[in-house]
């Protein structure tokens, strides 16, 4: 049996630093109309920490739709001014954590063995990771494609070797190069990517890892979301300008796969 069939499409918003408290209710007001719950998928959204809250409140008849937190610190608690850990985003209604985004990365300084760390403590929170990896331009121009994948995968896993908890963990390829700009990689850019970082996954979990879903991020948008979900080895798509318009992103949840549901 393919491996592709145990996992149902991710479709994840990442709303970046937009919408406070109230602009998030608004938004599930009209989402919530605009999109009805589907058994064949998960729909997460990533809002600023601070509003997570008021968003779970607003979701609470809806349980279909999932929160997670755009980054965590290492530590659950401590002197670190600022910042927010995982128990607390927890507590708040976070049930995913980005670790990893390139713009953590590149903006903010963190490298791979943060990385590793922050994806520990969101297991320990009992949160789900979503571990981003990608190559910025220079590094796809330089044919280094492969070797950063592997470096920036293989450091969680190497981290969490032999940790039962990795079935929780869900990975999203989003080439630097395609975040924000409108230029996104193609379907085959996609397939490549994520086919070499499933051969990875198996090489380094054996059988488990097949489980694992492998979201594509970057310039998602409503006209390209069908054809990038459906390129091979993409298992959902993670989405940040255009999860801020509601009908637009339901929209792009809504795209079916061409994948029977009974198999997914
Ligand atoms: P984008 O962002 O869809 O605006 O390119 C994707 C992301 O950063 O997760």
Not at 83 to 90: D, N, S, V
Not at 163 to 182: F, K, M, N
Not at 185 to 200: E, I
């Amino acid at each position: 049996m393919s491996e592709v069939r145990t996992r149902a499409p991710v479709f994840a918003g990442n709303w970046k630093m937009h919408k406070g408290p109230r602009d998030a209710v608004n938004f599930f007001a009209r989402f919530t109309e605009a999109y009805a719950a589907r058994e064949d998928r998960t729909v997460i959204f990533f809002p600023p920490a601070v509003s997570i809250e008021a968003a779970a409140r607003a979701l609470r008849q809806r349980t279909d739709v999932r929160l997670g937190v755009q980054n965590i610190h290492w530590e659950p608690t401590g002197a670190f001014t600022g910042e927010t850990g995982g128990p607390m985003a927890f507590q708040a209604g976070a049930h995913y954590a980005l670790a990893g985004h390139s713009e953590r990365r590149h903006g903010m300084g963190e490298d791979d063995a943060t990385v590793a760390r922050k994806t520990r403590a969101a297991l320990d929170a009992g949160i789900s990771p979503v571990v981003c990896v990608g190559e910025t331009l220079d590094e796809r121009r330089a044919g280094q494609l492969e070797r950063v994948l592997s470096r920036q995968l293989g450091t969680v896993l190497d981290a969490l070797a032999g940790d039962p908890r990795l079935a929780r963990v869900l990975l999203a390829y989003e080439p630097v190069w395609a975040i924000g700009t409108g230029v996104v990689a193609t379907p085959d850019d996609a397939a490549a990517a994520h086919g070499f970082l499933r051969a990875l996954l198996r090489e380094k979990l054996g059988v488990h890892a097949g489980g694992l879903p492998i979201l594509y991020g970057g310039s998602v948008k409503p006209d390209n979301a069908a054809d990038l979900l459906n390129a091979k080895d993409v298992d959902g798509l993670l989405v940040g300008g255009a999860s801020l318009d509601p009908d637009g992103f339901a929209n792009i949840a809504s795209v079916d796969t061409v994948r029977a549901p009974g198999d997914l």
